[in-house]
């Protein structure tokens, strides 16, 4: 279990700085690449666990990366190569500060508001009479404004994006057109593999050239959403729980161990074998995902292998 990567202090060649986020470590290259290493470290309630997660990097950095090629066609991204299981190296761009959500079931976030008995979410409305896991009408934008670390992201609705100038108008409109495109073809793909996608999020910038590029990750079960298509329907009209391939595990666990990242609460104690049991199912979902046996990389010396993989690719 101690092969696993929860800390990194790399320096590469041409190395300016290093951005460490709740899952992943952002290396600044003077070249005007970044090196984005997906750490096993795993996050709930903007909180990080205390232990990290065999293979969880690598399962993230992986569907990612595909899925980024998967939606070249659509929308530019940021990514240049992956020379290493947990590496994605790409250009560098200038985030936009807003994180755009989009979803096409009443789930989540959203099913909890509108149990709370509100009808528009980032001023968006949402219809009377449906209940949690019913599909909208047509998939709803509801942007957050990226938090700073240890906060959490807020709603923010098109117009208050706006008005503050968050984004410009011109910009604004490419990044819903990019989001749309982006949650059909993801849809398209979960469809094939016997899944529905529920909701997600992207996260865009902007390149020296002014271009505006995908950017972090895509479709991985830690920023969207699943559910199994089949049992859907009946599971719906029974009013049964959804059958979910996402981080919501996680999260019911340390729902009923008491904690929500409130004050005062204390992270529960994850055992060797709850740990375990974590990783087999971010591996079932990577599978389900990606229509793929997964391959487990060598993780006898992770640092080292990743330091040796990044300079061989940066020569």
Request: proline share 5%.
């Given at each position: 279990?101690?092969?696993?990567?929860?800390?990194?202090?790399?320096?590469?060649?041409?190395?300016?700085?290093?951005?460490?986020?709740?899952?992943?470590?952002?290396?600044?290259?003077?070249?005007?690449?970044?090196?984005?290493?997906?750490?096993?470290?795993?996050?709930?309630?903007?909180?990080?666990?205390?232990?990290?997660?065999?293979?969880?990097?690598?399962?993230?950095?992986?569907?990612?990366?595909?899925?980024?090629?998967?939606?070249?066609?659509?929308?530019?991204?940021?990514?240049?190569?992956?020379?290493?299981?947990?590496?994605?190296?790409?250009?560098?761009?200038?985030?936009?500060?807003?994180?755009?959500?989009?979803?096409?079931?009443?789930?989540?976030?959203?099913?909890?508001?509108?149990?709370?008995?509100?009808?528009?979410?980032?001023?968006?409305?949402?219809?009377?009479?449906?209940?949690?896991?019913?599909?909208?009408?047509?998939?709803?934008?509801?942007?957050?404004?990226?938090?700073?670390?240890?906060?959490?992201?807020e709603d923010i609705s098109r117009e208050?994006?706006?008005?503050?100038?968050?984004?410009?108008?011109?910009?604004?409109?490419?990044?819903?057109?990019?989001?749309?495109?982006?949650?059909?073809?993801?849809?398209?793909?979960?469809?094939?593999?016997?899944?529905?996608?529920?909701?997600?999020?992207?996260?865009?910038?902007?390149?020296?050239?002014?271009?505006?590029?995908?950017?972090?990750?895509?479709?991985?079960?830690?920023?969207?959403?699943?559910?199994y298509a089949e049992g859907y329907q009946?599971?719906?009209?029974?009013?049964?729980?959804?059958?979910?391939?996402?981080?919501?595990?996680?999260?019911?666990?340390?729902?009923?161990?008491?904690?929500?990242?409130?004050?005062?609460?204390?992270?529960?104690?994850?055992?060797?074998?709850?740990?375990?049991?974590?990783?087999?199912?971010?591996?079932?979902?990577?599978?389900?995902?990606?229509?793929?046996?997964?391959?487990?990389?060598?993780?006898?010396?992770?640092?080292?292998?990743?330091?040796?993989?990044?300079?061989?690719?940066?020569k």
């Open positions: 279990m101690n092969n696993t990567i929860t800390e990194t202090n790399f320096n590469f060649p041409g190395q300016k700085s290093v951005y460490k986020g709740k899952v992943r470590d952002v290396y600044a290259l003077e070249d005007k690449r970044l090196v984005m290493i997906a750490s096993d470290r795993l996050s709930a309630f903007d909180v990080v666990m205390p232990k990290g997660i065999p293979f969880k990097g690598q399962i993230l950095n992986q569907i990612a990366t595909k899925m980024m090629k998967d939606t070249e066609d659509l929308v530019p991204n940021w990514l240049e190569a992956t020379p290493d299981p947990n590496v994605a190296i790409g250009k560098t761009c200038e985030p936009f500060q807003v994180e755009m959500v989009i979803r096409g079931y009443l789930s989540g976030h959203a099913a909890r508001e509108y149990k709370a008995g509100k009808r528009e979410l980032c001023g968006v409305t949402m219809p009377e009479g449906l209940k949690e896991n019913d599909k909208f009408p047509s998939p709803i934008i509801t942007p957050a404004t990226k938090a700073a670390q240890g906060d959490h992201d208050n994006i706006l008005k503050r100038e968050i984004v410009s108008e011109e910009d604004y409109g490419i990044l819903e057109d990019y989001t749309r495109k982006l949650f059909q073809r993801g849809t398209e793909i979960a469809a094939k593999r016997g899944l529905i996608s529920v909701d997600t999020k992207y996260e865009f910038g902007k390149t020296e050239d002014g271009k505006i590029v995908l950017i972090d990750e895509i479709h991985t079960p830690d920023s969207s959403r699943y559910f009946e599971r719906q009209e029974k009013g049964e729980p959804q059958k979910q391939l996402s981080k919501e595990f996680v999260r019911q666990w340390l729902i009923q161990n008491n904690f929500q990242g409130l004050e005062g609460q204390q992270v529960p104690e994850m055992s060797e074998d709850y740990i375990a049991s974590v990783s087999e199912r971010y591996i079932e979902l990577y599978e389900n995902i990606t229509g793929e046996k997964f391959v487990k990389a060598d993780v006898s010396n992770i640092q080292k292998r990743i330091e040796e993989n990044v300079l061989q690719y940066l």
